[in-house]
């Protein structure tokens, strides 16, 4: 089994850009691409792959229904895989621990994790809370990748 740490690596080779994939009702399934990073998650610190979606996107909703997720890093022929169970922490998904202030944080802090930068802090909050964006974490249940 590859360790996570990999996954950050691979992330590393391309702006954090990944491909990640949840269920749709009916079983099919759903993908996009994605801006994503490695960080501790807030409550557990465990290493977690964690990204920010828009509220209202499908991916939100999918992963309400059913919080398992599968994500994959690629760079060339390389690419690591991580499946796991998602934690969603955003206005529409309220954690009993996460205020505002902790939710505008943690939303800067997965966007620092994917290799973002911003110039303007306060523009970036405003749009957060506009948009309703919430964090999405996925906590490993398995990693692996291809032979390199």
């Keep these: 089994m590859t360790d996570i740490s990999q996954f950050a690596d691979m992330l590393s080779r391309d702006h954090g850009l990944c491909v990640l994939s949840t269920l749709r009702g009916d ?5 996009s691409v994605v801006n994503a990073g490695v960080m501790a998650h807030p409550r557990t610190a465990e290493p977690v792959v964690a990204l920010v979606a828009i509220g209202g996107a499908r991916k939100l909703a999918h992963l309400r229904a059913d919080p398992r997720a599968t994500v994959v890093a690629r760079a060339g022929w ?3 895989t991580v499946e796991g169970t998602v934690d969603i922490v955003g206005p529409d998904d309220p954690d009993p621990g996460t205020d505002a202030e902790k939710l505008r944080l943690l939303l800067r802090g997965v966007f620092e994790a994917a290799g973002g930068t911003h110039d303007d802090w306060d523009t970036y909050d405003r749009v957060m809370r506009d948009e309703r964006r919430a964090a999405v974490l996925i906590t490993p249940t398995r990693v692996y990748s291809n032979p390199s």
């Design 27 to 31: 079983g099919s399934i759903q993908s």
């Design 78 to 80: 390389q690419w690591v």
